[in-house]
C-alpha cells in the first residue's frame, strides 16, 4: 500500500524494449528516427527537450535508441521529481507514483513516443539515484562539511574527485566504474550555469527557487547522492533483500532508498571515520580522550596515537597515505591503518560535528524536505 512516506530518489534510466515503444514523431529525434529502420545501422538518437521548451522552463526527460542492428531499445532518463514539481529540492512520497507515471507518459508522448503507462511502471531500470536534500543546522555550513568530508579513509578502488568553483560552491565526488558517492552545496548548485552545475537539465523555475524566500535567511541544504550503475544495482539490490533486476515500480520504495543511502553513508563515510568527525583538534584533549580510552596504554604510543589523529584531521588519510608511499611499504601502512581503526573506536557518538548529526536525522527520517520559511535558518553563525 502506497504511503506518505519519503522517497529519497533523484534520476532514474528505464529501458525500453523496441516492441514496448511507439515514435509519432521521428524528427523530433537527432538524427531523424527514419534511420530506425535500416536493420544493419548501428547508431544513437537522441531526444532531449527543445530550446523552445527549455526557454518556457519546460522540463522534459532525455530519451536515447542505441541502435545495436535490429535491436533497439530506448533509454528514458529523468529527474523523478522534475517530472511532478519542476525541480528537484522538493522530495517524493510513495503515494506520488501514480501521478509520476502519468505525468512521464505524458511527457514522453509530447515528444513523439507512445509508450503504455504500464509498461513505464514496470520498466526494468538500469541506473538511479538514491538522493536526500540535508537541511544543515547550528551554523555549518555545507563547504565545510565538504571540507571535512574529502579526508575520510575510503577504499582505493574508489577516485577521489573535488571540484571547487571561483564563486565559492563546491562538489566532492567518490566514483568508480559502478557507482558513486556525491556530497555537494545544492543551494550553490542552483545558482550556478549549466555548465559549471552538477544539475545540468535545471529549470527557471528550480533557478528562482531560492530568491522567493526571504532576504533575511540562510539556507545550508548539503546533498548525499549515490549513482548506480546496471552491474552494481545488480551486485547491491540483493544483499539489502531486494530483485536483482528491479522495476521502475520497485525503486519508487521509501525503505529501498533509505537503506541504499544509509549502506553508503554508514558502511562508507561514519563506521571507519569517526576520528575525523570528532570536534576535537586540540592536541592535549586528543591526549586526554586517549589516555581516558585505554588506560593501560603506555606514553609513547598515546603521544604517537595523538600525533597520527592529528594529521588524519589536518590532511585527510588518504593524503597521509600518499606522504608515507615515500618512506615506507604497504605493510607499514597497514599497521598504521590498524592503529585508525582503533582510534575510531575511542570516539563518541555525542562528540561528533553536528552536520553528521544532520545527515543521520535526515536519512532516519520519512518525512519528505520542501522547501518553505519555517526550515531555514534566520541568520548566519
Not at 78 to 85: Q, V, Y
Not at 114 to 122: K, T, V
Not at 351 to 360: C, K, Q
Request: proline share 4%; charged share 30%; with cysteine.
Amino acid at each position: 500500500m502506497e504511503s506518505n512516506k519519503v522517497v529519497m530518489l533523484d534520476t532514474v534510466v528505464l529501458q525500453i524494449p523496441p516492441n514496448k515503444y511507439k515514435i509519432t514523431d521521428h524528427n523530433r529525434f537527432k538524427p531523424p528516427a527514419w534511420g530506425l529502420l535500416d536493420p544493419r545501422s548501428f547508431r544513437q538518437f537522441f531526444n532531449n527537450r527543445t530550446a523552445e521548451e527549455k526557454r518556457k522552463g519546460i522540463y522534459r526527460p532525455r530519451l536515447t535508441i542505441n541502435k545495436r542492428g535490429r535491436y533497439a531499445p530506448m533509454n528514458v532518463e529523468f529527474s523523478a521529481p522534475k517530472i511532478i514539481f519542476n525541480e528537484n529540492v522538493s522530495e517524493l512520497v510513495e503515494s506520488n507514483f501514480t501521478d509520476e507515471i502519468y505525468e512521464l507518459w505524458d511527457d514522453v508522448r509530447q515528444m513523439g513516443v507512445l509508450i503504455p503507462r504500464e509498461y513505464l511502471a514496470e520498466a526494468s531500470v538500469i541506473a538511479f539515484h538514491p538522493s536526500r536534500n540535508v537541511l544543515l543546522t547550528d551554523g555549518y555550513t555545507s563547504s565545510f562539511a565538504l571540507k571535512e568530508l574529502s579526508k575520510i579513509d575510503l577504499d582505493y578502488r574508489f577516485d577521489l574527485d573535488i571540484k571547487n568553483y571561483r564563486n565559492g560552491g563546491h562538489v566532492l565526488q567518490y566514483y568508480s566504474n559502478l557507482h558513486s558517492l556525491l556530497f555537494y552545496d545544492k543551494v550553490r548548485d542552483d545558482r550556478l550555469p549549466e555548465k559549471r552545475a552538477i544539475d545540468k537539465d535545471k529549470t527557471s523555475y528550480q533557478m528562482k527557487l531560492f530568491e522567493s524566500l526571504p532576504r533575511d535567511t540562510y539556507l545550508e541544504i548539503l546533498k548525499i547522492e549515490v549513482r548506480l550503475k546496471k552491474r552494481k544495482i545488480a551486485q547491491l539490490l540483493p544483499t539489502l533483500g531486494y530483485s536483482v533486476n528491479p522495476s521502475f515500480r520497485d525503486i519508487f520504495n521509501s525503505n529501498l532508498c533509505q537503506k541504499i543511502l544509509q549502506h553508503y553513508w554508514r558502511g562508507m563515510v561514519v563506521d571507519r571515520n569517526a576520528l575525523l568527525m570528532s570536534l576535537h583538534s586540540n592536541p592535549q584533549r586528543i591526549l586526554q580522550k586517549i589516555i581516558k580510552s585505554d588506560r593501560k596504554i603506555k606514553p609513547k604510543q598515546a603521544i604517537y596515537l595523538t600525533a597520527l589523529k592529528m594529521l588524519c584531521k589536518d590532511v585527510g588519510v588518504r593524503e597521509l597515505r600518499s606522504t608515507l608511499s615515500f618512506i615506507g611499504s604497504g605493510k607499514t601502512w597497514e599497521r598504521i591503518h590498524s592503529d585508525i581503526k582503533l582510534l575510531n573506536t575511542y570516539e563518541s557518538k555525542l562528540e561528533l560535528h553536528g552536520f553528521i548529526n544532520d545527515i543521520e536525522r535526515a536519512l532516519e527520517s520519512t518525512e519528505p524536505f520542501k522547501l518553505s520559511t519555517t526550515n531555514v535558518n534566520k541568520s548566519k553563525v
